[in-house]
């Protein structure tokens, strides 16, 4: 049953209180008086006045700091005469403020309000638990197994006459594949979990896509890359996740071109405050009604109809950097991926404001 902890100084109030929020909830009273016994008791949310929240003030900031990232919502009851009075050390510890007298009905529901924020957090911190096992799986189980079965293929393969050779670099490529989506998947977990998830720094755009595009000559020796890369030695914003941009990228236009010599380009357009890399290759292009849903941007997200999974890191990865990425018709046949990232001082200049 939620428990609502009552750290109230006045004890009539604070029978009252009790007596009105016990049908709904399990109330324990915290001290009172001029003790200064600590709050030990686990509770949902706490309710108290000024006089209780300022006497154990350091006992509450620790608990809410303990309980991080999990909300511990507190609820200042002030009386009416004392609204313009919550004082300012108290502000950052109180999640929401009741003025007194209030209705029962309305102060359960004022409650059930601050409760169901920590519910949230809660289902939250559970769902963060459930991917940090799903990205260690990924990260270990399935991608060694897969490995595995890789050196096995390579073994095997001395022994498969020509006649089976094709279903054996079938099984190879989709092995392959397995592993390539498991990096993905590891890629995006990390994003999302990782504690600079949302950092911003200064990346060289050069390091990031020469060091891409040389992986992937390595990697597909049969197709050609063509890097203009005299204009990219510049900065954009961005973090270590932009590597996880360009080679999704690269490895897309490859693994999804139709033709026998897959050519990759990549050229920059440098603005004023942007940077637009284009990553063109001579596949067999992206129609107009998907060039949207690949990225996962319809209603379902990354299950809409269409999304590529790797695309739809690249989407959320550039997003969260205030950049953009669409598609355009390559000429005379395939796409292009173009990707604006931000310069640094631009990127300044929007948060400080025009100097």
């Not at 109330?27 to 009172?32: A, S």
């Amino acid at each position: 049953m939620t428990t609502v902890y009552l750290l109230v100084e006045h004890g009539p109030n604070r029978a009252l209180l009790a007596d009105r929020l016990g049908d709904a909830y399990d109330v324990v009273e915290g001290p009172n008086g001029n003790g200064e016994e600590p709050v030990e008791a686990s509770f949902d949310v706490c309710l108290g006045d000024v006089e209780a929240f300022e006497r154990h003030r350091a006992a509450l900031e620790r608990r809410k700091s303990e309980a991080d990232p999990v909300v511990l919502p507190y609820v200042l009851l002030l009386h009416r005469d004392q609204t313009n009075a919550v004082p300012s050390r108290l502000e950052s510890l109180v999640d929401d403020v009741v003025e007194l007298p209030i209705r029962p009905a309305l102060l359960e529901k004022r409650a059930e309000t601050a409760l169901r924020t920590r519910r949230q957090s809660l289902e939250l911190q559970r769902r963060t638990e459930e991917l940090e096992i799903l990205n260690r799986v990924v990260r270990h189980d399935i991608r060694n197994d897969m490995n595995v079965v890789l050196g096995w293929l390579e073994q095997v393969a001395e022994h498969v006459d020509d006649d089976g050779r094709p279903a054996l670099d079938r099984v190879t490529v989709a092995c392959e594949h397995v592993v390539e989506i498991t990096t993905i998947a590891r890629e995006y977990v990390d994003g999302l979990l990782g504690e600079d998830r949302d950092r911003r720094e200064t990346i060289n755009l050069e390091d990031v896509v020469r060091h891409e595009v040389s992986v992937h000559h390595e990697s597909f020796p049969a197709a050609t890359f063509d890097l203009h890369e005299e204009s990219l030695d510049l900065d954009v914003v961005g973090n270590e996740m932009l590597t996880s941009v360009f080679r999704n990228l690269l490895t897309n236009a490859v693994v999804h071109n139709d033709r026998d010599d897959p050519r990759v380009e990549v050229g920059v357009e440098i603005g004023a405050e942007t940077v637009v890399v284009r990553v063109a290759d001579n596949g067999p292009g992206v129609l107009d009604e998907q060039k949207e849903l690949i990225f996962g941007r319809g209603g379902k997200g990354l299950d809409s109809p269409g999304t590529d999974m790797g695309l739809f890191l690249v989407d959320r990865i550039v997003d969260s950097y205030g950049g953009d990425v669409w598609i355009e018709d390559n000429e005379p046949r395939g796409s292009v991926f173009a990707v604006e990232l931000r310069r640094p001082d631009a990127a300044t200049r929007d948060v400080g404001g025009e100097t």
